[in-house]
């Protein structure tokens, strides 16, 4: 027997379609890079009503980080009160989106510099990036 869905449960799995679909495009890319596209489409979501980035959750703030070999970039931050998730960006695209305020990123190269910026997510919205900071690994 199919249940009929009313407007109210449809906007909210729409909704929650699209976090997922959002979530899937940032973890599944995460060794390849998004193309230049699917960059846009996320920043485009951003700032667009419903989940967009919200000036009522707080700016992470104290990020650094660290190269702690060729392969591997150590990050950490202060914690956002309410924070459930973490979006890690690296040279704006999002690699991983943790619960953590510390991350390791194992998939940078040698002699590269990277750019990493953080956002918290506070009852499902998006709040605005920190500000940046910027890593070299060791060759």
Known sequence: ???????GSMR???????????TVI??????EGLQSNQSEEIQSRRHSGGSGVSTSVPQVTGLSANASGPTQVN?????VPGA??????RDNYVPAIVTSTSYVDGAVSPGTTYTYAIAAVVNTVLGPKSSSVTVTTPQ
């Open 1 to 7: 027997m199919m249940k009929k869905l009313n407007k």
């Open 12 to 22: 909210s799995l729409v909704a929650a379609l699209g976090v997922f679909s959002l």
């Open 26 to 31: 940032s973890c599944t890319k995460s060794d």
């Open 75 to 79: 990050l950490s931050w202060n914690s």
């Open 84 to 89: 459930t998730t973490y979006w890690i960006y």
